[in-house]
């Protein structure tokens, strides 16, 4: 198998280390703008061939990862259809659907593209930020054309599987209305709260200052690329704006029953909301990571952060981070530990509750 690469930035370079890992026989070509980018591929072993342009090397290609902003899409497609075999298979990755299609189809290779969207990502950029492990248990959306074989949708679909990825097969019409409602409204909101907070802020930046636990996960988000959330709400703004209306009925409803102190009103709203949010799935994909953290109360002195770190390195559990919690609004205990992954903080909360610790589990 030869799989190509047009891009190898956050996305694309992630799908293609994890194809590496998977299948570490397979021939992986690419093609990026910045030379830099492709030397580290290269030095790392993900792709086998860098290539300074798009040209013949393409042609050997089973799939074609066109992993570019939907701005540039038409002109990369235009300098690939040339070197197209016909029983490759063209796929993307972007967030929105409609309008790749629609750049596909006027090119006439709607019969050879399979549109995707890996549910999957971080605040940040880059090939540098790549990882192996992005996309597994990620739900990755399938958008074939309507002209698209069904063995080859299957084909496909399978491929991705067995990257550890979980495909999902939808209209593109569906996934643009399910992703503004998922995806591009909360980004949306979280934008808009990190401005209201920086407007209200007087000059002393209290409320920066004190941002902590909640605020801060629930705005993550907002720290990704301000140029992608641009393209993104623009291509999709019609769907963007039918969610956003209905949230600002929620919002109405809430500021409603605030404003007249209506108690039952708002437990009903609260209630129904941990009800069906406690409902998702526990599996984590996109931008805000699902953490593995403990809170433990710890005496004000010095050294406790130190004994910490040391019983777990007793027991060769591995902390991502670890730091004092100066608002407590979101979090309880005093001391935040986040680990890899759930079986380390597991492991944790039994070394540190035999030691007497008062552990609090999120």
Not at 180 to 197: F, K, Q
Not at 281 to 293: C, L, M, Q, T, V
Not at 323 to 339: S, T, Y
Request: glycine residues 8%; contains cysteine.
């Amino acid at each position: 198998m030869v799989i190509g690469f047009i891009g190898l930035g956050l996305i694309g370079g992630s799908i293609a280390k994890t194809a590496r890992r998977t299948h570490p026989d397979i021939t992986i070509i690419a093609y990026n703008r910045t030379k830099s980018v492709l030397d580290a591929a290269l030095a790392d072993g993900t792709i086998d061939l860098a290539v300074p342009e798009i040209g013949e090397p393409f042609r050997r290609c089973d799939y074609i990862f066109v992993c570019v902003p939907v701005v540039t899409m038409h002109g990369i497609l235009e300098k690939l259809k040339p070197w197209i075999s016909e029983t490759t298979i063209l796929t993307d990755v972007g967030s929105t659907k409609c309008d790749i299609h629609e750049v596909v189809r006027s090119m006439g290779l709607e019969k050879q593209f399979i549109g995707g969207h890996p549910m999957a990502g971080s605040e940040k950029t880059g090939y540098a930020n790549a990882t192996d492990r992005m996309i597994e248990n990620a739900y990755y959306i399938l958008t074939p054309g309507a002209d698209m074989p069904i063995r080859q949708v299957s084909a496909f679909s399978a491929f991705i599987s067995s990257l550890g990825a979980l495909p999902l097969v939808l209209s593109a019409e569906d996934h643009d209305f399910i992703t503004a409602a998922i995806s591009h409204v909360p980004h949306v909101i979280s934008a808009s709260l990190v401005n209201m907070v920086h407007d209200l802020d007087g000059p002393e930046e209290y409320m920066k200052q004190i941002a902590a636990g909640g605020f801060k996960d629930i705005t993550r988000i907002s720290s990704s690329s301000p140029q992608m959330w641009q393209e993104i709400c623009l291509a999709n703004g019609e769907n963007i704006c039918v969610v956003l209306d209905r949230f600002i009925r929620k919002l109405t409803d809430f500021r409603f029953a605030i404003k007249n102190g209506d108690g039952d009103k708002l437990l009903e709203y609260f209630t129904a909301c941990k009800e069906y949010r406690d409902s998702f799935s526990d599996e984590s994909a996109g931008p805000i990571k699902k953490s593995f953290r403990i809170y433990l109360d710890v005496a004000d002195e010095a050294g406790a952060i130190a004994e910490v770190a040391t019983l777990l390195a007793e027991k060769n559990i591995s902390i991502r981070n670890i730091g004092i919690v100066h608002n407590r609004d979101f979090e309880q205990g005093a001391l935040d530990v986040e680990f890899y992954n759930e079986n380390a903080q597991k492991a944790a909360v039994g070394v540190l509750t035999e030691k007497k610790y008062h552990i609090y589990e999120t």
